[in-house]
């Protein structure tokens, strides 16, 4: 079922406004080696979804409209700062369907703008209580455990579904997690409340992440901005390439991963059962993330069903 | 004349007890991708002199040890980030005599191993106040300005001293500055007390840096921990090459900076009188700091007097 028209409409409101407020961010021309990266990133093509989500959780708990558009532009911020570190350490060199900012300058001054960007993100929060700080670098520290965990996984054959989960959830999971949780906070809200946010938002990133690797083998290059299956020939580790090498280790060792094409890639995943499992996965982590709402009331709660749908039918 | 024995005294315990908070922050094993190379950088031969510098301070307003202690490390950590994407982005491959992080892995674990620790040195503030919050993300910001200058004034010739004293102040006059700052901050002091200490840093900074530029000609390999030579060599600006184009620019653009040896260095900068300028400029920033600790009373900056010393005399 498709997000409603009405909600639609909405998100479309809330975009336009974190827009302006990204643009309002005051930042200096010069020293230009410094602040014309971070613009540049700042004028990418973002879907903004963490921001959304910030307003529509806050929303439920009437939060201060200016604390809560503070903590959606800070974690804006912080997921580009991680974006542009993590697109230099893994050499992806286009981002949002633009050269990523090491590749249009150079990696130095890539590394100093996700720096510039982190500085700015917590800049912004000032002003905001003690525990939305801690939150926001607690989760920043997860994220880094989490890209750490990525780079040390890659073209290890005995990472299981477990370690993936765990690596998913730090680097994907919890900034979606804080996203949904920080609405509560700024309102003072319980902290039993911001804890069922949290885990909504990270079992939602847990889906949306394994739809990403499901993705990146069933759709098409314009949809994903990048050339399917580029991660599992980087030695990536995907829920589909572990599901695949659990149920059968060795026809999965002997299947060639770096020159195999995508549609060999489409009938193993299909003949095996991997795409069905997959999708099963998928599932759970919705049900869970959709689980995990019905402590609020309907009417309260409505928003974030139609905000699941609309990330999932990646209809934004 | 040198630090007092018992100044020394005091300044080495200070040190144990920064080294045993700093081998007492909490870190998870793993991924040991992450925090391998966090803990080489702790582990490193830093002197530790910003964190014994907030000691220093915070004990003339007799600001609460744990609070202190709270900040000592985190401008430590900030400071390591700092050289962590630092010499990545200078291609510097040795720092306190080991090799870079980079170096020893590579540029990946490097840019998230100075992520890490600037996320632990927020972390670690947990608990202070939002104004002492501020001023570490205000310093930050000021010293990611202050690299990005760096970068930008490589290899132009149009820089002038003015242009230079702005770009070391914020790279490295902003954190000593924050160091004398903050300790004040702790103790609620007032505003104007933690300013004065702020300026007192900053000009400390501008001393030492100009210092370093110095010695990095009329010094030993051995004692500086590098090449001598090496920033003039790879386009940075440094006090004496400005100087000594703006006192001749006909001469000094004949003068050969990739080819000379550092002694045809010495005997340029001995013979134009860029040698006796620039050892006035040191002894301005040293006045001006310790004039602005005129403020507080004789019994109270004695401390600061003999930190200045010492740390120009690089008796440390």
Redesign the interface.
Known sequence: MPATKSFQKHIQFLRNDIEKAIHQIPL?KS?????DPIKYVLNGKGKRLRPILVHLTGQIFSSDPEGLMKAAIAVELLHNFSLV?DD???EDDVRHGQPSVHKKWD???A??A???L???S??IL??LS?YV??RF??V??AI??G???D??FEDDASITMGNYLVMIGKKTGSLLGLSAEVGALIADGSKEAAHHLFEFGLNLGLAFQIQDDFLEIYSSESSMGKSLGSDIRSGKQTALTILAREKNPDQWSKFNKKKNSILAFQSYFESNGIKKETEKVIQHYIDKAQDGLNEFPEGKRENLNQFTTMILNRTY
Chains 1, 2 share one sequence.
Request: glycine letters at 10%.
């Open positions: 200096d020293p230009t080696y410094f602040y570190h230099i350490m893994d990696n130095a001054s590394i100093l996700g720096d510039g982190f500085v700015l917590h800049l000032t002003g003690p700080h801690q670098n607690e920043t520290l880094c455990e890209q750490g965990m780079k040390e």
